[in-house]
């Protein structure tokens, strides 16, 4: 049987492909990592899912194994047909060609299961929990291991941290090195799912609310909460009323603490929803 990476291989030999890594556009040829990838994903038999960047559709070819429907958002137009011929036409599958941070998600229940390009995480983390209907079933990403850890680091918060912990829970289901890649990135990644909540455990105008304050703070995230919030107009009074003292740092702060500090009943000046 031959190898998936001695397929894809020679797949791209055949039709003399040579890939834009300035795109992102590194191929998963480990069979193992791939297994993995779907096994987490959690995917039923109706469910419809996502993929974002499925290239010439190395893991499109899995994920149409278990799922009802995969969409599939491709950047680059001269992969479609090949990635149309890679999965042999299955009609389970719908191919958009576009920029997916621009692409609306679907409007029925989903789950986003890829091999993202590294640099588009932060935005389409963003895409799918603040600019979309609804919020997706899960996600399962393979993306750059540091982020990926950043996100589950619950001692030392950043703003994806908190952004992701409001929507779900995070989990690092894979290391995966470089080897499992053609051509090979120059960082580690890792394999994350999220594993969403039914609603944000903030409400719409709380979330609001806290993407302004964890602004402010974390863009001096080395100082003490009371020289960035503490210093807005009732901001020291916020802190107080939410019982978090203000000479901690914002990467201290839980994400329950950012959602206990949006909830005090005082709208301070500088907050504008």
């Known amino acids: 049987m031959q190898k998936l990476e001695e397929h894809v291989r020679q797949f791209c030999k055949t039709y ?77 599958l719908e191919v958009i060609q576009g920029n997916a941070l621009r692409v609306p998600l679907p409007k029925e229940p989903y789950r986003i299961v890829a091999n993202i390009p590294y640099h588009i995480t932060s935005p389409l983390l963003r895409h799918a ?3 979309s209907d609804i919020t997706p079933v899960s996600l399962t990403l393979l993306i750059q291991k540091e982020v990926a850890e950043k996100i589950c680091d619950t001692q030392h918060t950043g703003l994806l941290t908190i952004l992701v912990g409001l929507f779900g829970t995070p989990e690092i289901i894979a290391d995966v090195p470089p080897s499992c890649f053609l051509p090979p990135p120059q960082v580690d990644s890792a394999v ?16 609001k609310k806290i993407f302004s304050l964890t602004k402010i703070a974390f863009s001096r995230k080395r100082k003490m909460l009371s020289n960035s919030i503490g210093k807005q107009p009732g901001g020291a009074e916020m802190l107080k009323k939410a019982g978090i003292h203000a000479d901690r740092r914002p990467e201290t702060l839980t994400v329950e603490e950012w959602v206990k500090l949006a909830k005090v009943d005082l709208t301070p000046t500088f907050y504008h929803p």
Do not use: M, W
Request: one cysteine or more.
């Open 129 to 131: 929990f603040l600019e």
């Open 192 to 207: 994350l799912h999220i594993q969403c909540f039914p609603e944000p455990i903030a409400s719409a105008d709380e979330l």
């Open 16 to 92: 003399a492909l040579k890939l834009n890594t300035d795109l992102g556009q590194h191929f998963l040829v480990d069979q193992e990592v791939l297994d993995a990838i779907v096994d987490a994903s959690g995917i039923h038999t109706e469910d419809t899912v996502v993929e974002i960047g499925p290239g010439i559709g190395v893991l499109t070819k899995e994920l149409l194994t278990r799922a009802a429907k995969v969409v599939a958002v491709e950047l680059d137009a001269r992969l479609i047909p090949l990635l149309e011929t890679y999965v042999e036409d299955d009609p389970r």
